[in-house]
């Protein structure tokens, strides 16, 4: 009893820090997009395929990483939802023929890369990758 007791008090202890903790994630797109901020439910559209449009009139493409803690926590917190459903929504997309998949890389210094160099290209790193050439996105 004593240790259930514990455990869902350790439970209880993670759930309400999860929101203190600082998000460790950055929105990055390439300096040909002009908005200096996206909302969540423009990021979400934009990452389930769902727009490929900013507020602003900005066209934009989602890129991803393959995998890893940086993706989790930005499928998870920023677009609230699994790393899984976003896979299948993205599976739907292309087996229905309304879409076609994001690219993906392996690496975050990969990412960055391509989206200096792609217009209209919006991504994700973690705050402690080098962004050179690419602009930050503030997220509201």
């Known amino acids: 009893m004593k240790r259930r007791i514990l455990l869902l008090s350790l439970v209880c202890l993670a759930l309400f820090f999860h929101g203190a903790v600082p998000a460790q994630v950055v929105v ?3 300096p040909s997009v002009s908005a200096d901020s996206i909302s969540r439910a423009e990021l ?3 990452f389930t395929g769902e727009s490929s449009k900013l507020r602003d009139g900005s066209h934009v493409k989602p890129v991803l990483l393959k995998e890893g803690s940086t993706h989790s ?3 998870t ?3 609230s939802m699994s790393v899984a459903g976003l896979l299948i929504v993205w599976r739907n997309l292309v087996f229905s023929g309304q879409g076609t998949m994001p690219r993906t890389f392996e690496e975050e210094s990969a990412l960055v890369a391509y989206v ?3 217009p ?3 991504g994700y790193v973690s705050k402690a990758t080098p962004r ?3 602009r930050e996105l503030a997220v509201k």
Do not use: P, S
């Open 44 to 46: 979400r559209n934009v």
């Open 28 to 30: 990055i797109a390439n």
């Open 132 to 134: 050179e050439g690419v």
């Open 77 to 79: 917190t920023d677009l």
């Open 120 to 122: 209209g290209v919006i």
């Open 73 to 75: 926590e930005f499928v």
């Open 116 to 118: 200096a160099h792609t």
